[in-house]
């Protein structure tokens, strides 16, 4: 089984640091990156980091990696409330799919507590801030393992 994770990374996401540092922080999505390629080194994975604005390209993302990846590591941000589309092309992906979200999503607005992606997910993270990324690797990492014994 490939040990390649997708990092992937919905709306806005690209102004991470910069967009409501009161609940999102102030680590940029580079920060993010570089802490989760250093921990995928450190946990014998391959990395690849996406955002997109775009839905069809995370969907794009998620088809490629059905050919190509081990596991899925997706915060599809505002997409986490509306899109059926990424809920059906993750249905499609059969290794482990982990969904990360910085800020409680509970504590927040109600639209904010449905996830279609949770529907999929093989566990989900929220409120931690940019360690649910380290997590949600982590995770990935064991349930690859286990598939692989």
Not at 87 to 107: C, Y
């Amino acid at each position: 089984m490939s040990r390649l994770v997708l990092v992937l990374n919905g709306p806005n996401l690209n102004l991470l640091g910069k967009r409501q540092p009161h609940i999102y922080g102030h680590e940029t999505l580079a920060d993010v990156e570089a802490d989760c390629r250093l921990l995928a080194g450190e946990l014998g994975l391959e990395l690849r980091f996406h955002q997109s604005n775009r839905e069809y390209e995370l969907i794009d993302w998620i088809h490629e990696a059905r050919e190509t990846a081990g596991g899925i590591v997706i915060n599809p941000a505002a997409f986490t409330h509306t899109s059926v589309a990424i809920l059906d092309a993750l249905h499609m992906f059969e290794g482990p799919v982990i969904e990360v979200h910085i800020s409680n999503v509970h504590k927040r607005e109600a639209f904010r507590h449905h996830s279609y992606v949770s529907l999929r997910a093989d566990g989900v993270i929220a409120g931690l801030g940019t360690m649910g990324y380290q997590l949600g690797l982590r995770r990935v990492a064991q349930l690859l393992d286990q598939a692989k014994a």
